[in-house]
């Protein structure tokens, strides 16, 4: 059974910091892509960022230079350091395994409130 369970998130403030993290089990790890997608109250989920398995990275433009997604294949685990929060980072953040030729797997996602 495949599961993906995100941590890490909550209420913070405009500027502030906050670094998620997800573990997977039932997968081979070290073959899928990581990403992590959001989704605020009323708008499409989008992507965020994601991470090869040779660890390329890609960034939505909205999480350059504030975002930074990693992973380690050891602990099955991918993260994301948020710096610089917005208002407008307020969503659920989900997890997402995906390789070539299997359905996406999906996280149960974290909230995230960047509020003063």
Not at 2 to 11: A, N, Y
Not at 33 to 40: H, K, P, V
Not at 55 to 62: C, G, K
């Amino acid at each position: 059974q495949v599961q993906l369970v995100e941590s890490g998130g909550g209420l913070v403030q405009p500027g502030g910091s906050l670094r998620l993290a997800c573990t997977a089990s039932g997968i081979i790890f070290s073959r899928y892509r990581m990403g992590w997608y959001r989704q605020a109250p009323g708008k499409q989920r989008e992507l965020v960022a994601h991470i090869t398995n040779d660890y390329s990275t890609n960034y939505a433009d909205s999480a350059k230079g504030r975002f930074t997604i990693s992973r380690d294949n050891v602990w099955s685990a991918v993260y994301l350091q948020m710096n610089s929060l917005k208002p407008e980072d307020t969503a659920v953040y989900f997890c997402n395994a995906n390789a070539y030729g299997v359905p996406d797997y999906w996280g149960q996602g974290t909230q995230v409130t960047v509020s003063s």
